[in-house]
């Protein structure tokens, strides 16, 4: 036997494989560490600027060159798939030239008749549907039936259009200029001067990037609410924090509003405060209406998407969480962070909308917000219950004479259980933004509409108001209400 057939001493196996090894961990460190190096470039450089963008810049698509995956996650914004308790069905319908659409949102109207009954004599009566992404915000409003039988102001593109560039330009360069004429434009000659619904400027400075309030209805509002809480001359571009930015970006828009005066000055009714007896309380005190019930003949009020509101008495406000942590959360893209555009319901995205913070499995979570808005919806279906009959009653006490200082009592009190119904039917989260306001306020509602009952059936009946916020504003007796018609308010 020669010494090549002997076999290899275990010390030498033993050093190939050693080295072998070494080999392998010297390559794949040097591998992890030009990784670690072309990360860091790219967080360096968190994007490629293959535009330059300016204050002018309107089109999102131009941004998107910038921003590819920001733009990518905003074009999704036109998938439509349902929760349980919200969200919209793609619904198919013939285009018409008045209406291209081949595309809709299913009726609120049809799903529940009672609210023709609540919103009775108002354009909502005439169409009503489930919200759709931010790509339909403009179409969707520009294409309702609602346009048919009201006529609204130019006010409107101030929530449903990108609309920084073209005030600017209406203003001579003086947002505030333009915001003032393009309100007291028609609907349909503002919608000329607009092309894109809420784009990339409407939030974010094209230099810096940073988040910016653009929306002049915001600014006045909460300089407003400040000046309440003891704050003048409040900015929120120069004194807010990031984190409150991301929820001021959303709620420059998810808000309560009205229409002020005869130039229809978009106004956020806060300077009482957020909750609803405060806002209703501000209403009361300058004598609004949004229009005659055309049942009941009330004063009546209409809600209008107060998530900003409602969000600001939960626990998530609470706790320093915004808007944007939930419909928008954050993302690792590569080496980058981003904050996903595609704005949706949490409940689409529970892995990075919720389990960030709440280290529960994804069906409990969801259990668990599914549990609060059935006993929201529920609560909401009591209350609609209640005001159906009550205006059912002042139906007929009408029709049997009653006089308008008879009526006037139950009307108060329709007009504060009717808004309050309004202001969780209308915010889109089914009670989930503030669990507990959302069933304080519906309880109020459905004990003002049966006080408003026992009234009509015994006038000597002095009724119980639900607390003293509630009756602060309330005008008196046969008090003069502004007169206001559907074109003061724009339709959700």
């Avoid at 001067?193 to 810096?208: E, F, M, N, R, S």
């Avoid at 889109?428 to 459905?446: C, D, K, V, W």
């Amino acid at each position: 036997m020669s010494s090549h057939d002997l076999p290899e001493p275990p010390r030498r196996r033993g050093l190939v494989a050693v080295a072998l090894v070494a080999a392998i961990a010297g390559a794949g460190a040097a591998a992890l560490l030009v990784n670690i190096f072309e990360h860091k470039q790219e967080a360096k450089a968190p994007f490629f600027k293959v535009v330059a963008l300016d204050d002018e810049t309107e089109d999102p698509a131009l941004w998107g060159k910038n921003f590819p995956v920001q733009y990518d996650s905003y074009g999704r914004t036109v998938d439509q798939r349902r929760t349980r308790f919200g969200g919209s069905e793609a619904t198919p319908r013939t285009p018409t030239d008045a209406d291209p659409r081949s595309v809709v949102a299913q009726s609120r109207l049809e799903e529940d008749p009672r609210l023709k009954t609540m919103w009775a004599g108002y354009a909502f009566a005439t169409d009503f549907r489930e919200e759709r992404g931010h790509a339909f915000m403009l179409d969707d409003q520009t294409f309702t039936e609602r346009q048919v039988v009201a006529k609204q102001p130019g006010t409107c593109m101030h929530c449903h259009a990108s609309v920084y560039v073209p005030y600017k330009k209406l203003g001579d360069g003086d947002l505030i200029a333009g915001f003032e004429k393009m309100n007291q434009m028609s609907y349909f000659e503002a919608r000329e001067l607009v092309g894109h619904p809420v784009a990339c400027i409407d939030c974010h400075d094209p230099q810096t990037m940073q988040l910016r309030v653009t929306r002049p209805g915001f600014l006045e509002g909460i300089r407003a609410l400040k000046a309440s809480q003891g704050v003048e001359n409040y900015d929120p571009n120069t004194m807010a924090t990031r984190q409150e930015m991301r929820a001021y970006v959303c709620g420059q828009c998810h808000v309560e509003y009205y229409f002020k005066g005869p130039e229809k000055r978009l106004t956020y009714p806060w300077s009482k405060g957020l909750k609803v007896e405060q806002i209703q309380a501000y209403y009361d005190e300058v004598g609004f209406k949004d229009w005659t019930h055309g049942e009941s003949g009330a004063p009546v009020l209409k809600a209008q998407h107060p998530e900003f509101e409602m969000w600001n008495q939960g626990i998530h406000a609470r706790s320093g969480v915004a808007c944007a942590d939930c419909h928008m959360p954050y993302e690792r893209v590569g080496a980058q962070k981003v904050s996903d555009h595609w704005v949706r319901s949490p409940l689409l995205n529970v892995q990075k909308a919720c389990q960030t913070c709440h280290r529960w499995p994804e069906e409990e979570l969801k259990a668990r917000v599914e549990s609060i808005q059935q006993r929201t919806y529920e609560l909401r279906d009591q209350a609609m219950n209640a005001l159906v009959a009550l205006i059912a009653d002042l139906k007929e006490a009408r029709a049997a004479g009653r006089t308008d200082e008879q009526l006037a009592v139950p009307w108060q009190l329709q007009r504060q259980a009717q808004f309050r119904l309004d202001f969780v039917e209308a915010e889109n989260s089914t009670g989930f933004h503030a669990p507990e306001e959302a069933a304080r306020i519906l309880a109020e509602s459905i004990n003002l509409s049966r006080q408003a009952q026992l009234v009509l059936r015994d006038p000597a009946y002095v009724p119980e108001f639900t607390n003293q916020n509630s009756i602060d504003g309330v005008p008196p007796p046969g008090a003069r209400m502004e007169v206001t018609t559907d074109a003061a308010r724009r339709p959700a």
